[in-house]
């Protein structure tokens, strides 16, 4: 489902704006979480991050490459790929300090996603897809 979905939107809308739907159904997918009693909570928070986190991964690399040199691409792809890495394991050993210093209450972490998601789309927000509005005049043009 998620991948359709994706596609589907990273088509038709800015690569910027896509980013901005993607981190939307993740904070929507936390917000969830926040109030979740049962499984079938957790399977609509499992839709709605994994739609989320599909659309931004189909779309922000994409994204990034329209600003980057031709010829440097893998090289910055590489790097890239290198710090998410790395982010990704810095987040889950702060989170779990996180969750230790809230008195082991993992819905914390909800609250810090939702902002960091927040603060993502305001980032995003400023940065224009350039080449889709090319596309898209050319397309009315001819």
């Known amino acids: 489902l998620a991948i359709p979905i994706g ?3 990273e088509k038709r809308v800015p690569k910027n704006r896509a980013i901005m739907v993607g981190l939307s159904f993740e904070i929507v997918a936390c917000v969830i979480a926040l109030f979740a009693n049962n499984i079938d909570d957790l399977y609509l928070v499992a839709v709605f ?3 989320g986190f599909v659309i931004k991964n189909t779309t922000f690399k994409p994204f ?3 600003f980057m040199e031709k010829d440097i691409i893998g090289q910055v792809t590489g790097s890239i790929n290198i710090f998410y890495g790395v982010g990704r394991i810095l987040v ?3 989170g779990g300090h996180i969750v230790h210093y809230a008195g ?3 819905r914390v972490l909800f609250y810090v996603a939702i902002v960091a998601g927040l603060l993502g789309i305001f980032t995003v927000s400023k940065v224009k897809d350039e080449r ?3 596309r898209k ?3 009315r043009k001819g």
């Open 132 to 134: 889709f509005e090319q």
């Open 104 to 106: 082991g209450d993992y």
């Open 92 to 94: 889950t050993v702060a």
């Open 49 to 51: 991050f994994g739609t």
């Open 137 to 139: 005049a050319e397309q």
């Open 64 to 66: 990034i490459s329209e």
């Open 7 to 9: 596609k589907f939107i």
